[in-house]
C-alpha cells in the first residue's frame, strides 16, 4: 500500500519557523509532482507550494519568500520550512504527490494532514 506520512506540524509563535516532511512509502515506481496544500478553518483548501521531480517550484503569493519546498528522490520524501510563521498560517496542512506504484496506473495521493497553529 502506498501512503504518504507527515510530520513536523505543532504550535508556535508568530514569527517562528516549523520544518515539515512527508514521506512516502510503498513499494512505488516513481514519483511525479509532490507539493503541499493547507486548510484553514471554514476556508477550502489552498495549495501551499508544489516541486516537480527535476525540483522546480511553485509557490502560492501569500507564502512566497517564507516558505521553501524541497525534496529528496532518493529519500522519496518532500519537505516545507515555514519561516516567518503567522496566525493566518493556521491550518492543517497536506502532502499531496502524484506516484506510480508498482503494478498500477499513477494517481494523486495525499497525506493525513499535520496541524500547524501560529499563535500571535
Known amino acids: 500500500q502506498v501512503q504518504l506520512v507527515e510530520s513536523g506540524g505543532g504550535s508556535v509563535q508568530a514569527g517562528g519557523s516549523l520544518r515539515l516532511s512527508c514521506a512516502a512509502s510503498g513499494v512505488i515506481f516513481s514519483i511525479n509532482d509532490m507539493g503541499w496544500y493547507r486548510q484553514a478553518p471554514g476556508k477550502q483548501r489552498e495549495l501551499v507550494a508544489t516541486i516537480t521531480r527535476a525540483s522546480r517550484t511553485n509557490y502560492a503569493d501569500s507564502v512566497e519568500g517564507r516558505f521553501t519546498i524541497s525534496r529528496d528522490n532518493a529519500k522519496n520524501t518532500v519537505y516545507l520550512q515555514l519561516n516567518s510563521l503567522n496566525p493566518e498560517d493556521t491550518a492543517v496542512y497536506y502532502c499531496?504527490?502524484?506516484?506510480?506504484?508498482?503494478?498500477?496506473?499513477?494517481?494523486?495521493?495525499w497525506g493525513q494532514g499535520t496541524q500547524v497553529t501560529v499563535s500571535s
Open positions: 499531496n504527490a502524484n506516484i506510480w506504484p508498482s503494478g498500477s496506473r499513477p494517481k494523486d495521493y
